[in-house]
């Protein structure tokens, strides 16, 4: 089935919500360190899931399609998942580290 650009820009809105919503959560870890950051983490990660699950849904509905045609919005959300993917992952590194340097995790 053929997305309409309509579709395919309401898609990346969606796509640009939930992985918004995952930065602020991955953010809001940061202005309280001494929190939860694991439910934090985990809440992130459901919503860049989402993100992602919307996204590849619109690519394997147009793999076979000859004359897909993207819209700069869609290429616009793909860029921001992908970079609040990034953080997500910068992200857990750094509270892996904040954890090491705290002694949590070496004897």
């Not at 309401?10 to 918004?20: F, K, N, P, R, V």
């Not at 953010?27 to 996204?55: P, W, Y």
């Amino acid at each position: 089935m053929k997305y309409s650009s309509e579709e395919l820009n309401t898609t990346a809105m969606q796509i640009i919500l939930h992985a918004g919503n995952g930065r602020t959560i991955l953010n809001s870890i940061f202005d309280q360190l001494d929190g939860d950051a694991e439910s934090l983490l985990k809440e992130a990660k459901k919503e860049i899931t989402e993100a992602h699950k919307l996204q590849t849904e619109v690519l394997q509905r147009t793999i076979h399609e000859e004359n897909f045609a993207s819209t700069l919005l869609f290429s616009h959300a793909q860029d921001t998942l992908m970079s609040i993917y990034s953080e997500y992952h910068t992200t857990v590194n750094l509270l892996k580290l904040k954890d090491f340097l705290q002694g949590k995790n070496h004897a």
